[in-house]
């Protein structure tokens, strides 16, 4: 029988050991690139995504999606729209029947929207923030879902680094990929919980 909290503390998620994806990031800059990258991610049936955006420190000043990750259990690619646009192609890979797993998707569509004129959310998607509540996990961070799950530590200390850098930093590549991967990861993780039943909730406090 598998036990999850439904919350937890920053606390107890800052002591907690770091987690860092070990697998392979293809940073891709080009069509050519980006295209031989969506053959072989339509081979997978579930994928995690997620978006970086150039912060603003100034008020009314709102960037473009900057990079967009696609990762698999252990392959990510790191799209850089500055430099790429949104080719007809990637669109529709975000619009196919591939699964496409994130968290708080509303955002990131948001971001594609002001890239594109066009919404990703005709495709096939997971939001695992209603994924969790169903569930009973109360939670809604990337964060703080994946250390109830299993106990370790995303970092977000590049968060607010500038996505639209000549070239990308390897601390920014694997922040990047880690919080793709991890989507996809917490997923898989919890379609075996609930197929299985062989788990159980436990409110903190009560």
Not at 32 to 40: F, G, N, P, Q, S
Not at 93 to 101: A, I, P, R
Request: aromatic share 10%; with cysteine.
């Amino acid at each position: 029988m598998v036990i999850l909290q439904n919350r937890i503390s920053k606390q107890e998620v800052a002591e907690m050991p770091k987690e860092v994806f070990g697998g392979r990031i293809f940073v891709v800059f080009t069509e050519e690139e980006a295209r031989k990258a969506i053959d072989y991610l339509n081979t997978h049936a579930v994928v995690g995504v997620d978006t970086e955006t150039r912060p603003s420190f100034k008020k009314g000043t709102v960037h473009k999606v900057a990079l967009l990750q696609v990762s698999t259990t252990d392959t990510c690619f790191l799209f850089r729209l500055n430099r790429l646009g949104l080719p007809d192609f990637l669109e529709e890979f975000l619009q196919n029947d591939v699964l496409k797993v994130g968290l708080s998707l509303k955002d990131d569509f948001a971001a594609m929207r002001r890239r594109n004129n066009g919404d990703p959310r005709t495709g096939n998607w997971v939001e695992l923030q209603d994924y969790v509540a169903k569930m009973g996990i109360q939670e809604m961070s990337l964060q703080k879902i994946y250390a109830l799950l299993f106990g370790r530590k995303i970092s977000k200390s590049q968060r607010l680094t500038n996505w639209e850098a000549d070239a990308l930093t390897e601390a920014q590549c694997l922040y990047a990929a880690t919080d793709a991967w991890s989507c996809v990861k917490m997923y898989n993780y919890l379609e075996q919980l609930r197929a299985s039943g062989d788990f159980r909730i436990e409110k903190v406090g009560e």
